[in-house]
């Protein structure tokens, strides 16, 4: 089996602005960043699964495939409170603690990277058993370092030092017997 880990390609938004689970749009160089993603995936999946923001949907859309679904496991990080404000405007007195221990300290009124990756996991355990050879996952950053954290075996303190850029593909082979999986970079900047 293939599955091929697809960030979204870069979103219309100031850069310094927390947006988790906002539902923006993809910036101009939309075209441009996915005709040098489509460079490194297959003419057609077997299945595609998005994420239900439109950053990820107008990427999902224009992947050839005749069954498409949308799952909100695949959603990024919710950040709650912070959405939309800039990072360097949200308290110290709640960014310092959130950064000190993230995997388990949520954004006020949002949720923290277990819990991602919870949702995250729970969607990838199911996966595993489904049918199909050529798989594409349309997400986040967020839920594709949690992918690559539970295939890689990482703590999840780990993730974030995993490199997962905008239009970013990463190829995951997993034999359906043992559920072992090689992963492959195929397009990092």
Known sequence: MEIYLIRHTTPEIEKGICYGQSDLPVALSFADEFANL???????????????????QQLALR???????NDNRLMEMNFGAWE???WDEIPASELDVWMKDFVQVPAPNGENFATL???????????KVTPGQKTAIVSHAGVIRALLAK???LPLRNAFKLPVSYGSVTKLHMDPVSCHCNLE???RY
């Open 38 to 56: 489509r460079l490194h995936l297959p003419d057609t999946f077997d299945t595609v699964y998005a994420s239900p923001l439109q950053r990820c």
């Open 63 to 69: 992947l050839r495939t005749n069954n498409r679904i």
């Open 84 to 86: 939309l404000r800039k």
């Open 117 to 127: 990756s919870a949702r995250a996991g729970q969607f990838f355990d199911e996966l």
């Open 151 to 153: 295939v890689l075996e």
């Open 185 to 187: 970079y195929l397009n």
